[in-house]
């Protein structure tokens, strides 16, 4: 199984950018998937979740109403698009596909907001 995530970067206050997770060697439309993101000397947060067949989302109150979470199940990928964000978006941003049986982790990709 493995997931790679892309997309992070560099990008001013107010900016957006679209993180996208690319899953393979799983079933990918029998999985939650999950976007988390982890602050240096912060704990991990989870930041957006989709159900398996993509009906249903929920955010963390931080992020809500300004990033949106969305799959394609015939493509294999989970992304996150990412509005207004702001410094305190900074972070490694990971996504999980996520079964009553296993989980599994992508390496992450790194987001900075900075002036």
């Known amino acids: 199984v493995q997931l790679v995530e892309s997309g992070g970067g560099l990008v001013q206050p107010g900016g957006s950018l679209r993180l996208s997770c690319a899953a393979s060697?799983?079933?990918?439309?029998?999985?939650?998937m999950n976007w988390y993101r982890q602050a240096p000397g912060k704990e991990r947060e989870l930041v957006a979740t989709?159900?398996?067949?993509?009906?249903?989302?929920s955010y963390a109150d931080s992020v809500n109403g300004r990033f949106t979470i969305s799959r394609d199940n015939s493509k294999n990928t989970v992304s996150l698009q990412m509005n207004s964000l702001k410094p305190e978006d900074t972070a490694v941003y990971c996504c999980d596909a996520l079964r009553l049986d296993g989980i599994h982790w992508g390496q992450g990709t790194q987001v900075t907001v900075s002036s």
């Open positions: 989709i159900a398996s067949a993509g009906g249903s989302t």
């Open positions: 060697g799983l079933t990918f439309s029998t999985y939650a």
